[in-house]
């Protein structure tokens, strides 16, 4: 335990085992019918796919019961505890990356390069808006979230902010696949 308490790198591990994990557990079958009835609880549901929608390893399984979940309730319900939901998985992420994981990375970074030429650059006035931009289009496309909450977390985006933004995005991007999904349906 107390080699733990001084490892330097402790929330990459974590992140790499999240990614074993994430991996062991999308062999499972019973996991993908667990998470597949999650459809069948409503709202619930609903905040519970929100999550599983921000995350590379979830974001097909949240996407297919959101899609359930359309079939029972409307597109803007959907959206908008969805998005709720989505905020909840950002901030885990953004928190991670803003605070210790942004710490764990600039240590590896140090080494890599010394003179610090790539954070020059985003910093500069040509660049430095655009950290947040590209993430906040990250965030509000079907595609998972992780880069874009990392984006902004790197940006030193304030985290009530980045809860504004992530909600406005996530729920008008959940909003608009349900409702293409119900265009498409027939």
Excluded: C
Excluded at 123 to 141: D, E, N
Aim: charged share 15%; glycine share 8%.
């Amino acid at each position: 335990m107390s080699y733990w308490r001084h490892w330097k790198y402790k929330n990459l591990t974590l992140v790499f085992l999240g990614i074993v994990l994430a991996l062991i557990l999308s062999r499972i079958e019973a996991f993908h019918t667990f998470l597949l009835h999650l459809g069948n609880f409503g709202y619930i549901g609903a905040f519970i796919a929100g999550i599983l929608f921000v995350n590379i390893f979830t974001v097909s399984t949240g996407a297919l019961i959101l899609l359930i979940l359309a079939e029972q309730l409307s597109a803007i319900e959907i959206g908008l505890i969805a998005g709720l939901g989505a905020v909840v998985g950002g901030l885990i992420i953004f928190h991670l990356v803003k605070d210790d994981f942004s710490k764990e990375l600039e240590l590896i970074y140090d080494k890599i390069d010394s003179k610090h030429h790539f954070i020059k650059l985003l910093h500069s006035k040509y660049f430095h808006w655009t950290l947040p931009v590209v993430g906040a289009i990250i965030i509000a496309s079907p595609f998972p979230d992780e880069l874009g909450v990392t984006l902004m977390g790197i940006s030193k985006m304030k985290t009530y902010k980045f809860v504004i933004v992530s909600f406005l995005l996530n729920s008008l991007g959940i909003f608009l696949i349900v409702s293409a999904s119900l265009l498409v349906k027939p």
